[in-house]
Nanobody, 125 residues
């Protein structure tokens, strides 16, 4: 059974940084595309970033995080990371890690079969 567990969320001031981690069990993350999504209160879940499987490590980012967030994989630890810099109050949301299907469209939540429970990120102004 696949399990994804996020950690690293918290409260930070605008301009600060956080690093989210997603520990996977049950499958090797290097064999699947992995993604981060977020959901703010009253809003739909939205794509944040994704990384391809295997060693190519191709990445894709939502426009609103380009240049500020970096997604990466630690294959030895079977973890996906999201480094978030220059945080803004509008980045406040619950952030979810997800494991995708090979060949699916990365930006769509429906392309991901497994989800973590989420970790809260709150950015104060």
């Amino acid at each position: 059974q696949v399990q994804l567990v996020e950690s690293g969320g918290g409260l930070v001031q605008a301009g600060g940084s956080l690093r989210l981690s997603c520990a996977a069990s049950g499958r090797t993350i290097s064999s699947y595309p992995m993604g981060w999504f977020r959901q703010a209160p009253g809003k739909e879940r939205e794509f944040v970033a994704s990384i391809s499987r295997w060693s190519s490590g191709s990445t894709l980012y939502a426009d609103f995080v380009k240049g500020r967030f970096t997604i990466s994989r630690d294959n030895a630890k079977n973890m996906v990371l999201l480094q978030m810099n220059a945080l803004k109050p509008e980045d406040t949301a619950v952030y979810y890690c997800a494991m995708g299907r090979v060949g699916a469209t990365w930006v769509k939540a429906a392309s991901y079969d497994y989800w973590g429970q989420g970790t809260q990120v709150t950015v104060s102004s």
